[in-house]
């Protein structure tokens, strides 16, 4: 069996430039090929059993509500129970596999999607509403995530070679980080390639089995890629795909006592509920359940008078309206100097106004927002805006056979307004005025969340202050407040946004491991 490995030097799985003809007929043509594929039914796998129900979940285009993604199979308790049977008993061989081996799965998967990248692009554009550019991101930041924890897992088993343990004579002394058990992944549908499989393969790699239980809105892609990990060879009973519902699935598996670990992103009421859920130590649980939440955030971009404007401006408008606004690092908050404040607000609605709208996979700048909930949301948020601000773009539904919502602007925002404080998830930008830079920023601290922030300004005093003072996980300096890199941004928030988990960094695998040190009286 292989211990050792040599790996290159991690490196960030490069975007793709649709401006050029090659790339962009490439899209087109896998676009087509997927479309060819829709429709199919997905089971739930519970080891290397397939699982058909009668009771299924109909994943369709949120950008064209005619067109079926695809059916997936809702499990039950009584299948939930299955799995976590099957799981328990998998754990037992697959934690012994060497740390080596387990990332070679990964490898290998990582190197299965790039080669059909612009076919999991393209199911992201029809299940989730993404555009080309956001969708190219979500699977290049999923192959990142398999190629990181790869490398972080073979750092980690050889850590006591490494980074050797202070010595004391007459001892060998070795700390070892192995597997906690059996996960449950619970993943959110606005990352639902990138962040599913993320969370999922930081679990398996560091040994663990899991049972995955993807957003209700995207389990086609969710199920796409578990049929990946079973073609690379992953054994059976490691990765169990269990769609269902929240409280029939979810709960039931948040609450069994044989549950080792949750790894969440979503709500912070959803996050909140299973975090109180977890604590309680059910008959027959020998162990604390460890939460790895990430719950959202009500981010904000700052800028100063100092500031390049039209930078500052661009870099709000893609904070806040990215993939349609359904980012937890979603700018949704601008806060701007009062001298400057008329001049970047009326640049942000010019740039506001030239994002088209229609299909993600005509590649608009704007598609539609995850589903009719979601829309309802909004709207009743952009009800409120009305009368907490001043409209200046948008408003309103858009027009196409789907759930589009045009991109809105309120200013002259109060900041203790709602639309200021509150997650809306959509196409909803709240614009704040504050007197000078040090107001700017205890605006942009007044908050709940405290997720993503930028500050835009050429004052190095006070590009110091707010590096130091600006209270989030990740906070950008003249640039916009979204696309962490895996790597290069470790990505995780405080307060109500969640555990500070630091996905894509060099600790998050410690998450789903637990020490154990190792010592030996030498004769």
């Known amino acids: 069996m292989t211990t050792t490995i040599q790996v290159s030097p991690f490196k960030n799985e490069p975007f793709t430039d649709f401006s050029m003809e090659e790339n962009k007929q490439s899209m087109y ?79 290998k998967a990582a190197d299965l999607m790039r080669q059909r990248k612009h076919e999991f692009s393209s199911y992201l554009v029809y299940e989730s509403g993404k555009n080309w550019v956001e969708a190219d991101a979500d699977t290049a930041e999923a192959i990142d995530f398999m190629e990181f924890y790869a490398r972080e897992m073979i750092r980690l088993s050889e850590t006591s070679i490494h980074q050797p343990l202070t010595k004391i004579e007459g001892e060998d002394n070795q700390i070892s980080y192995i597997p906690l058990g059996v996960g449950i992944v619970i993943s959110p549908f606005n990352f639902p390639l990138a962040i599913m499989a993320g969370t999922t393969v930081a679990a398996i790699v560091s040994g663990n089995t899991v049972i995955l239980k993807p957003a209700d809105a995207t389990p086609v892609i969710a199920a796409k890629f578990v049929e990946l990990m079973e073609e690379v060879g992953l054994p059976s009973g490691v990765l169990n795909f269990m769609p269902g519902d929240g409280i029939d699935v979810g709960e039931y598996l948040v609450e069994h006592p044989k549950t080792r670990f949750i790894s969440f992103t979503g709500s912070r009421a959803v996050g909140c509920r299973i975090y109180e859920r977890a604590s309680k130590v059910q008959p027959g649980q020998l162990w604390l359940k460890r939460v790895i939440a990430e719950m959202g955030g009500k981010d904000g971009v700052v800028v100063d008078e100092t500031a390049d404007l039209d930078a500052a401006a661009a870099a709000i408008v893609a904070s806040a309206y990215g993939f349609q606004g359904q980012k937890c690092s979603a700018g949704s908050r601008a806060i701007i100097v009062e001298s400057v404040y008329d001049q970047v607000v009326e640049k942000v609605v010019e740039l506001t106004a030239n994002l088209s709208i229609g299909l993600p996979e005509e590649n608009f700048s704007i598609g539609p927002v995850i589903d009719q909930k979601s829309v309802d949301k909004i709207m009743s948020y952009i009800e409120i805006g009305k009368m907490e601000g001043r409209l200046l773009t948008g408003g309103s539904r858009a027009a196409g056979n789907g759930f589009y919502i045009e991109p809105t602007i309120f200013a002259d925002v109060d900041p203790k307004a709602r639309i200021m404080q509150e997650e809306i998830f959509g196409p909803v930008l709240a614009i704040s005025k504050a007197a000078d830079w040090k107001e700017a920023i205890e605006i942009y601290n007044d908050t709940e969340y405290g997720l993503t922030g930028a500050y835009h300004s050429k004052d190095e005093e006070r590009i110091n202050f707010a590096l130091e003072n600006m209270h989030c996980g990740n906070l950008y300096i003249n640039k916009k407040c979204t696309g962490a890199l895996v790597g290069a941004h470790p990505f995780g928030g405080f307060n109500m946004s969640g555990t500070n988990s630091k996905a894509g960094g060099y600790d998050y695998l410690l998450l789903f491991t637990q020490a154990k040190l190792k010592s030996k009286k030498l004769s």
């Open 29 to 107: 043509s896998a676009l087509a090929k997927v479309k060819k594929e829709l429709g199919r039914k997905y089971p739930i796998v519970i080891g290397s059993e397939k699982v058909f129900t009668e009771d299924q979940t109909v994943s369709i285009n949120p950008g064209n509500v005619d067109e079926i993604i695809g059916t997936v199979s809702k499990g039950s308790q009584e299948l939930a129970e299955k799995a976590m049977q099957v799981a328990l008993k998998t754990f037992e061989t697959w934690k012994k596999v060497a740390p080596v081996e387990r990332a070679e799965y990964l490898f």
